[in-house]
């Protein structure tokens, strides 16, 4: 299984940017795609995650980002609004088994929010 991701940039603060993963290959069995990032000096964090029935969000995003996806083309989209200089990092797409046996990661795109 291959992720591309898509739709990193540099936005002022307030800004919207929204950013795209498409898998590609043998995908069986119920699974989740998600968005997590990292920021320079720090660890990988959860952002948004959905199994197209269902999405969470990491409490510092909630009301900002919306995660969707469209199972038809194995794409996740993160439609993030209202952007922060915080929300700066590189941000990966995942997919993941809901019984937890397999995941996949994409190669990360930047997103920079200045002030």
């Known amino acids: 299984v291959q992720l591309q991701a898509s739709g990193g940039g540099s936005v002022l603060a307030g800004g919207s940017l929204t950013l795209s993963c498409a898998a590609s290959?043998?995908?069986?069995?119920?699974?989740?795609m998600g968005w997590y990032r990292q920021a320079p000096g720090k660890q990988r964090e959860f952002v948004a995650i959905?199994?197209?029935?269902?999405?969470s969000y990491a409490d510092s995003v909630k009301g900002r980002f919306t995660i969707s996806r469209d199972n038809a083309k194995n794409t996740v989209y993160l439609q993030m609004n209202s952007l922060k200089p915080e929300d700066t990092a590189v941000y990966y797409c995942n997919i993941a088994s809901t019984r937890g046996d397999w995941d996949f990661w994409g190669q990360g795109t930047q997103v920079t929010v200045s002030s």
């Open positions: 959905t199994t197209g029935d269902f999405a």
């Open positions: 290959g043998s995908i069986s069995g119920m699974n989740a």
